[in-house]
């Protein structure tokens, strides 16, 4: 069975400091891989996604970038966040036609 | 986890006609949200209706919210060709735990 994993489940930062959050897959192989961010209250945001290793798409312009360094590895990345940049981030993957599933989650709290 | 339940799981309908979808949940809420999904691609926010409202609208999309069954409903009028997707509700409540999704509705429209 497919497991997805995210770490860590939360962290707090502060403002200028870099930022990786991890996302990794486990028992399907070429998934899509998608990154999601969720301020409190709000829908939830689609950030990056990738279709294969070493592509990836950006949804929206931001203070965040992402890599897909391995099949089943999502990486999350910034260099300097900002206080903007808190929220619940979601890490998902599917196959090309099934339904998404996410991962446990991390919250990030920039201070 | 998952605690949104949508009905049915699979519609398809006739260009034209108007789609009903339904969501049920089992928690108390603050918030619950539908989202589309393109074959392939990633979540896209559609609308949020927060647990004081009845009913809500945006362009061609009603969604209405009834507490005391939890249940939900999204109906889309004058469908399109385009709104061929699987549409998903999501269920945010008091915690720190984010958005819980639904498996939800495979939506086709036939031109």
């Known amino acids: 069975s497919q497991t997805i994993h995210q770490w860590p489940a939360t962290l707090v930062q502060p403002v200028g400091s870099p930022l990786s959050l991890e996302c990794t897959v486990e028992?399907?192989?070429?998934?899509?891989l998608y990154w999601y961010r969720q301020a409190a209250g709000r829908g939830l945001q689609l950030l990056f996604y990738?279709?294969?290793?070493?592509?990836i798409s950006s949804e929206v312009p931001q203070n965040l970038s992402a890599s897909r360094p391995q099949d089943r590895q999502f990486i999350l990345s910034s260099k300097k966040l900002l206080l903007s940049d808190s929220g619940f981030y979601l890490c998902?993957?599917?196959?090309?036609?099934?339904?998404?599933?996410f991962g446990p989650g991390t919250r990030l709290t920039v201070t | 986890s998952q605690q949104g339940e949508e009905d049915p799981q699979a519609l398809s309908i006739q260009e034209g006609e108007n789609a009903t979808m339904n969501c049920s949940y089992k928690?108390?809420?603050?918030?619950l949200q539908w989202y589309r999904q393109n074959s392939g691609r990633g979540l896209v926010h559609l609308i949020l209706?927060?647990?004081?409202?009845r009913e809500k609208h945006s362009g061609r999309l009603r969604v209405t919210l009834d507490t005391s069954k939890k249940s939900s409903s999204l109906l889309i009028t004058a469908s399109r060709a385009a709104d061929t997707a699987s549409y998903f509700c999501?269920?945010?409540?008091?915690?720190?735990?984010?958005?819980?999704f639904g498996k939800g509705t495979h939506l086709i429209i036939q031109p």
């Open positions: 998902a993957w599917s196959t090309q036609t099934s339904e998404q599933y």
């Open positions: 028992g399907t192989s070429n998934p899509n």
């Open positions: 928690t108390s809420i603050n918030n």
């Open positions: 209706i927060r647990s004081n409202e």
């Open positions: 990738s279709v294969g290793i070493g592509q």
């Open positions: 999501a269920t945010e409540g008091g915690g720190a735990d984010g958005l819980t």
